[in-house]
Every structure is written in structure tokens, then in C-alpha cells.
């Protein structure tokens, strides 16, 4: 997942120093917001003579292409334009051979992304207050990034707003291609070390029932409801390469995975009539409380013998409650 370093949030910090810090800790890009002011690309020339390090352009204005001509001049590699702010807007010059993208606030659905569908690479999820840096994380976020992939599976996903290194990696997992980072990265005492936690480290903020997928998302059969055609079907449906099985209650009682699923039939072939649940069902898999932090999970994973694509989530009385899938880690870091 690429860090793209927010270089106002620096506040006073002298420009060329900063970026000279930067890339010497290997920011992947340099973070810019244009506010309806056209005096950032003065600082985006300054930036040109002292780095290679891609520009990330942030134009937050009701006409955003009155800055085109600008943008092209100075080589811009990714452009996102606010869509709140937007009242009269032309698509991008062929000159323009960087990335464009559409930032959306917190409150604003997906659905406006097909307006600009055909245009654009990438989404932005504005994840706090636009302008309000320091603000945390605004948690219904998960849930549209997880919508946006599922409606949009060919488009990259960019988020920010109250980045730390606990939801670096959270974001990392739900298949996240970059992280627009201020506050937590450039106002610490060693930016180094800051960014070496923005890479590979975590917390214990969050709770796994904060970015699980919920339980309407994922597959599920019901014990006493169960055929072996419904199951495959089931597990087909939602694409996850599973599903749960639940008692009328909806108690997690095992999973049936397409590993699963092979293994019965190798053991029943050709006799596949008569196949139970319980032939195909792992009734003792790995699985995490959703009151669990990450951290717990983390650890929890770390310990086990085998590797795992998914957890089920169960809640405090046993009953399904998600599940987080890991399979997105390698996605968010091409």
C-alpha cells in the first residue's frame, strides 16, 4: 500500500527539508492540497527540482479546470477532484497522462462514482472532515470501502483522514491501494519511526466488529435447511471461497470451504447422493471474538499452524457475527 505524504499538514516546516526527509524514509508520494489555489503549484516546481517522488493533487474547487493547464505543465501523476465542490466540471486534455481520481466526503454514497466512471482510476475516501486535520477515523468508512470493491473491483481504492498504524493495516487488508497520511506522520518527533509503523505496525484501538465484514455480507447455511447443491451454490454466490454453518439460532456451528468441499467428494465419490454436512462441515476452525482487538487477532493468527484466508467472527454468546477475510492484503500492496 503506498504512502502519500501530506506536506501541509506540516504546518511551518521548511519545504525542501521536508521533502528531503521524506524521501530519505521512502514516502511513495507527496501529498497536496489545493484549496482553490493556485499558488501550490509553485510549491509543486520547488518540489520537481529537489525529487522524483510522484505527485498526489488534491484540487478541492467548483471549477476544477481552470488548473488543467497547470497540472500538465508540471507532471502531475495523480489528480483527485473533490465532487462536493464541483459545479461546472470538463473532463481532463489528453496532454494529462497521470491518474485521475474522485474524492468523496463521508456522507456522500458511492453512487455518484458512476457519473465519472469511464473517467477515472480511483476513488477517495474522505474519511473525516475535509480541512480538519487530527480528527479520527469516521468508522461507516469500512463499510462503504468494502461496498465501493465489491460495485467497483477494477478501480483502486485511495482513503484520508485519521490515518495511524493500527488503521494502516486494517486498510492494507480491505485491499486499500494508498493512504493519505498528516497529522500522525509528519508531526511526530521522529518521522522515520512513524513510518516504519505505518508499514508493518499495529495497535489495539480497534476491535475486529469495527472493519469485519457484517453478517449480511457473508454466506451461511442453516443446518436443518442443508443440500449439497445449495451449499455449492451458497459458496459460489458470495465468492469468498466458503461458507458458514449455522444451527436455527444462528450459532456458528463449522464452515464448509472449497478445500472442504474437495475432500468430501474425493472420500464419497461416486456415491455423492447421501453427502452430509457433516461429512463436508469443519466443525473446529480458526475463529476470533468480535470484541477481539486487533492485536488479539493478529497474535491469534501468528500462533496457529496452518495458514488462513478467513476468520469467522463469532459474538460473546456464540452466534456468527462476520468475518474477516485477508486474501486483500496482496492487493493492497500492488
Known sequence: MKISASLYSAGTADLRELVRELDAYQSDWFHIDCNDDPS????????????????????????????????????????????????????????????????ITTDTDIDVFDRFNGQVSFILFMATTPGKSGEPFQQKNFRKIRDFRNRYPDKKIHVDGG?????????????VTAVVVGSYLLRQEFIGSAMMKLRSNTGSEYCVSDFMLKRDEIPAVKRNEYSFPQLLKVIDDFKLGFTNIVDENDTLLGIASMADV?????????DLNHLRVEDIMNPHPALIHSNNSVYDMLEYVKNLSFPVLFLPVIDEHGKLAGTVKFNNLIKGEL
Request: glycine share 4%; no cysteine; proline share 7%.
Open 262 to 270: 474437495r475432500k468430501a467428494l474425493l472420500n464419497h465419490w461416486p
Open 163 to 175: 490515518i495511524n498504524a493500527e488503521l494502516s493495516f486494517i486498510l492494507r487488508n480491505m485491499g
Open 40 to 103: 501550490v503549484f509553485d510549491d509543486i516546481r520547488e518540489i520537481r527540482k529537489l525529487s522524483d517522488t510522484p505527485i498526489d493533487l488534491h484540487i478541492i474547487s467548483p471549477e476544477p479546470q481552470k488548473y488543467y493547464s497547470q497540472i500538465v505543465e508540471t507532471g502531475v501523476e495523480y489528480v483527485t477532484l473533490q465532487f462536493e465542490n464541483i459545479e461546472n466540471w470538463h473532463p481532463m486534455p489528453d496532454a494529462f497522462k497521470g491518474q485521475l481520481g474522485i474524492a
